[in-house]
T-cell receptor, first 113, second 113 residues
């Protein structure tokens, strides 16, 4: 079945540092790919998505490129802020008649001033 | 904007109590989900529903039941709460199976003493 593997956290950075959170997936075909973000005390919300190979999703300064050759969708941001501290989830949509999306385990990001 | 509302942000219950967690969405979504979130374990699906009165077990249904009598409301029931059910509970909804984006509530932090 489908699966998503994310790098373990926490990732701890200083403000203005470069961020990469790795995500690789196993799936049939070429599904859309998602990043969700969960700020402290809140539920998850969609951060960005890409629907086909070589697409780049972007939002709030974050970017991720759909790489079918490496089955990866790594999340990047050039200069993080304290307000980016959150948990980030990589996800696949439902497939093969299922109703259920597949989430990675989440990666906690802590940004210090 | 779509709103998914969970009735309580924090709940404290005693072992053996019957606990109801309520979730309401305001956008006529077909699918609704209950997850629990624990440190290091990511999101685990408890139950989901793809229509009124329809429900399917997720990965960890033991000790839980659900009710969906109206399209907008999906209730999670702990028949006899136990300390190992202390967790963050997240409700989510999506338009239908072909719509890939999930909308999440803010979560209910349940403590069972």
């Amino acid at each position: 079945g489908d699966s998503v593997t994310q790098m373990e956290g926490p990732v701890t950075l200083s403000e203005e540092a470069f961020l990469t959170i790795n995500c690789t997936y196993t799936a049939t075909g070429y599904p859309s790919l998602f990043w969700y973000v969960q700020y402290p005390g809140e539920g998850l919300q969609l951060l960005l998505k890409a629907t086909k190979a070589d697409d780049k999703g972007s939002n709030k300064g974050f970017e991720a490129t759909y790489r079918k050759e490496t089955t990866s969708f790594h999340l990047e941001k050039g200069s993080v802020q304290v307000s980016d501290s959150a948990v980030y989830f990589c996800a696949l949509p439902p497939s093969g008649g299922s109703y259920i999306p597949t989430f990675g385990r989440g990666t906690s990001l802590i940004v210090h001033p | 904007d779509v709103k998914v509302t969970q009735s309580s942000r924090y709940l404290v219950k005693r072992t053996g109590e019957k606990v109801f967690l309520e979730c309401v969405q305001d956008m006529d979504h077909e699918n609704m989900f209950w997850y629990r979130q624990d440190p290091g374990l990511g999101l685990r699906l408890i139950y989901f529903s793809y229509d009124v009165k329809m429900k399917e077990k997720g990965d960890i249904p033991e000790g839980y039941s659900v009710s969906r009598e109206k399209k907008e409301r999906f209730s999670l029931i702990l028949e006899s709460a136990s300390t190992n059910q202390t967790s963050m509970y997240l409700c989510a909804s999506s338009v239908d199976r072909d719509n890939e984006k999930l909308f999440f509530g803010s979560g209910t932090q349940l403590s069972v003493l």
